[in-house]
C-alpha cells in the first residue's frame, strides 16, 4: 500500500463535536503494515488535531498491537515514577493503570511529573466495556484559556508540588515506581530526578517533587496546562475513600496529594473548578473492540470514565520528550 499525505487521509476524518477526531480504515493487509504504511500520516494528524481514534484495524492481541505501536512510534519507553500498577505485556506495552472500575480517573497528562515524559500516547482496545470506560480527552490550551488568569498565574510563579507515600498496599509499590526496592538505587534515581526523598520509621518512602505548570509544546509553541493537578490531588477522591486513607495513613501519609508550589494546600474548590473545566472541554467516543488511539501527550489531556464489564485496552507511550524542551515556568536541575 503506498503511503498516503496528512491532507488526504485527513478527507477521512469525521468531525463531530464532543467526540474525538475519528477515522475509518480501510485495511488491504495487516494492522502493522497499514500503520507503517500510513505512519507519517496518522502521526502529522494526531500533532494537528491533538489526538484520533482509528477504527476498523480489527486488533485483537498483544502481538499485533504492539508491532503496530513500535510502526507508530520513534521508540517505547519503560515506565518510572507510575502512580497506579499496571501488568507489563512486552518491552514498553502495558496495560491501563490498575485503578477502581466505579471510580473515574480524571484528565491528565502522563507523567506530567517527571524530568522525561511521553510526547506520545497510544492506546488500543482488546476487549470493550459492556458500558462507559470511554478514554475522554481535553485541549490542554484550550483549558490553559479557560481557567481564572489569577489562578493560573499563580500555578506559572510557584509551579505545583507532588507528594507521594509509598507503601505495599495502595498505589504503586517501590520496584512497580523505580524498577528496584533498593535503597540506594532508589536514592541515587531520586537525586537525578530532583526528587525529594526521607525514608520513614516503618520503611516507606516519602517524596516531594516540584513541576512546571503549564509549558509550551516543543513543535508549535502553544502554551499547554500540563500537569496532574487534579488527578493527584485528595478532592478528587472519592470522600469514602479519602476519608479512609486519611485515617488510616494520616493528612501527610496519602499515597499521592498535590500542593501549590509554594507549598500551601490546594483547596476543594480548585480542584473542582479544575474538573469543571475539563469537563466542559472532554471529548469522548465510546471503545469497540479493535480501536486504536493516538494523543499528543503534551497538547492533550486524557481521562478514563467509570466502567462496568471486561475492559482491556492496552498502553504505550512513546517519543520521549524532556521537560527542558518545553519551555518550563522555572528550571528544574538535578542533584
Not at 183 to 198: F, G, H, L, S, T
Not at 268 to 279: A, H, I, M, R, S
Not at 316 to 321: G, I, N, V, Y
Request: proline share 6%; with cysteine; glycine share 8%.
Amino acid at each position: 500500500m503506498s503511503s498516503m499525505s496528512p491532507a488526504s487521509l485527513l478527507d477521512d476524518v469525521e468531525f463531530q463535536p464532543g467526540r474525538p477526531p475519528i477515522l475509518r480504515a480501510e485495511l488491504s493487509g495487516d494492522a502493522p503494515s497499514w500503520a507503517a504504511a500510513h505512519r507519517d500520516a496518522l502521526r502529522a494528524l494526531a500533532a494537528e488535531q491533538g489526538c484520533v481514534l482509528i477504527r476498523g484495524l480489527g486488533l485483537r492481541d498483544v502481538a499485533g498491537t504492539s508491532a503496530v505501536f513500535e510502526r507508530l512510534s520513534t521508540g517505547l519507553m519503560t515506565e518510572r515514577e507510575a502512580f497506579a500498577p499496571r501488568r507489563t505485556y512486552a518491552d514498553g506495552v502495558y496495560s491501563s493503570a490498575q485503578w477502581p472500575p466505579n471510580q473515574p480517573m480524571c484528565m491528565h497528562h502522563e507523567l506530567s511529573y517527571t524530568l522525561e515524559f511521553p510526547g506520545l500516547m497510544l492506546f488500543a482496545c482488546l476487549t470493550a466495556p459492556t458500558e462507559g470506560g470511554a478514554t475522554g480527552v481535553a485541549d490542554a490550551a484550550t483549558v490553559l484559556e479557560e481557567l481564572p488568569t489569577e489562578l493560573t498565574e499563580r500555578f506559572e510563579r510557584e509551579g505545583w508540588l507532588l507528594t507521594r507515600s509509598y507503601n505495599d498496599e495502595i498505589g504503586s509499590s517501590l520496584i512497580e515506581a523505580f524498577g528496584t526496592d533498593d535503597r540506594d538505587a532508589v536514592e541515587r534515581y531520586c537525586r537525578a530526578n530532583a526528587i525529594e526523598c526521607d525514608w520513614q520509621p516503618d520503611g516507606s518512602l516519602r517524596t516531594r517533587q516540584r513541576r512546571s505548570a503549564v509549558m509550551r509544546h516543543p513543535v508549535t509553541g502553544r502554551r499547554c496546562w500540563f500537569n496532574q493537578i487534579a488527578f493527584l490531588n485528595e478532592w478528587t477522591l472519592a470522600p469514602e475513600v479519602r476519608e479512609y486513607l486519611v485515617e488510616v495513613y494520616g493528612a501527610d501519609g496519602l499515597p499521592f496529594n498535590t500542593r501549590f508550589g509554594g507549598g500551601d494546600p490546594i483547596g476543594e474548590d480548585v480542584v473542582g473548578l479544575l474538573n469543571k473545566v475539563y469537563e466542559a472541554n472532554t471529548a469522548r467516543e465510546p471503545w469497540q473492540a479493535g480501536d486504536l488511539m493516538l494523543v499528543d501527550n503534551i497538547r492533550t489531556a486524557h481521562s478514563r470514565e467509570p466502567f462496568e464489564g471486561s475492559r482491556e485496552v492496552l498502553v504505550a507511550m512513546a517519543d520521549s520528550r524532556r521537560l527542558s524542551d518545553c519551555s518550563p515556568n522555572f528550571e528544574v536541575t538535578a542533584r
